[in-house]
């Protein structure tokens, strides 16, 4: 990136600060009472990485290149109530309940 190319200075949870490039983001907006979000694929990690911004922020990332994404205020709220991300921590913890790999095939044979 040119250091005279806008961009996006964010904080990923895993690598901490980056810049991201405007046109890699996307504001969700839900409407009335929602506050909108912006979401980006960390350039370092590549995770989501989904932040909460404020309603006069939007007109500033969508002219420097951002997406502006309306969503019905019903999804927003179904989203919301999903639950957390499986950590690490989690998905270890179940491949170790699986045992071993035979343990696997018979989950993926359906048995």
Known sequence: MNSDETVV???????GTV??????VTVLVAGEGS???YRY???????VVEKPTSARAVPMLQNAGAQVVLVPAEVA??????GEVLAD????????ALG????????AAGL
């Open 19 to 24: 810049d991201v490039p405007p046109e890699a």
């Open 9 to 15: 200075r964010s904080t990923c949870p895993a690598c």
């Open 41 to 47: 694929t960390c350039p370092q990690c590549y995770a």
């Open 77 to 82: 709220e179904r989203a919301g109530r999903q």
């Open 89 to 96: 921590t989690d998905l270890s913890a179940f491949l170790a």
């Open 100 to 107: 071993s790999s035979d343990d696997l095939a018979r989950l």
């Open 35 to 37: 506050d909108p979000v």
